[in-house]
Every structure is written in structure tokens, then in C-alpha cells.
Nanobody, 126 residues
Framework: HVQLVESGGGSVQAGGSLRLSCAAS???????????MGWFRQAPGKEREGVAAIDSDTTRYADSVKGRFTISKDNAKNTLYLQMNSLKPEDSAMYYC???????????????????WGQGTQVTVS
């Protein structure tokens, strides 16, 4: 099991940047301990959308954020990040961190592929 706690959300003007963090309660890398880690978002009245994911050897992004968002991990701190640049009003949503045991993300943008979820952090772009 792993517990996830997001932080870093807030309000920003269009064109600005934010960095989200997701602190994991245990290591998410290494032999027998790899996790696929992802970021999702959900705007009011919309379905939850996969934004980005990282596993043992690759990163993946939704087309809507490619070139603007960067997912990364600091394994020493057990922390996942989402650097968001050139933010647009349509990026406004609750952002969630998610994790699933395994070295590879099989369906990185499907919320049913993840078992562990954080509580979310709100991002508002105006």
C-alpha cells in the first residue's frame, strides 16, 4: 500500500506556472517496489482525465498538455511532481496523484488502472 498527499495547487493567471507535488508514504522505485505514478484532473461536470504518468523507464502525456507539462520524480524524497507551464483557463481542475504497483503504466490515462489516490489539490487559472 502507498498513501499519497498532493500539494502545490493554487490560483494563477493564464500563461503562468505552478508545480504540483505528491508525497508518497513509501518508496515507489526499485526491485519489487516499482509503481506507475500518474496525475489526473477533474473539472466540474467533466470526467476525470489522465494528464501524465511516469514509470520505470518512460513518461507519457495527454495531448492537451504535451510541451507544457512535465512529470518527474525525486526518488530520494519519494515525491512526484507535475511542472505546469503556459497554463490556460481550461487547465483549471482538481488535480489528483495516483499510483499503481508495477514497473510499467499499462493504461496511463485510465483511472481504473490505478489503485491508490491522493485527496487532490485545486488549480485555478484565470
Amino acid at each position: 500500500h502507498v498513501q499519497l498527499v498532493e500539494s502545490g495547487g493554487g490560483s494563477v493567471q493564464a500563461g503562468g506556472s505552478l508545480r504540483l507535488s505528491c508525497a508518497a508514504s513509501r518508496a515507489t522505485y526499485g526491485s519489487g517496489r516499482w509503481y506507475c505514478m500518474g496525475w489526473f484532473r477533474q473539472a466540474p461536470g467533466k470526467e476525470r482525465e489522465g494528464v501524465a504518468a511516469i514509470d520505470s523507464d518512460t513518461t507519457r502525456y495527454a495531448d492537451s498538455v504535451k510541451g507544457r507539462f512535465t512529470i518527474s520524480k525525486d526518488n530520494a524524497k519519494n515525491t512526484l511532481y507535475l511542472q505546469m507551464n503556459s497554463l490556460k483557463p481550461e487547465d483549471s481542475a482538481m488535480y489528483y496523484c495516483a499510483a499503481e504497483a508495477g514497473a510499467y503504466c499499462s493504461r496511463f490515462d485510465s483511472d481504473s488502472a490505478y489503485t491508490y489516490w491522493g485527496q487532490g489539490t485545486q488549480v485555478t487559472v484565470s
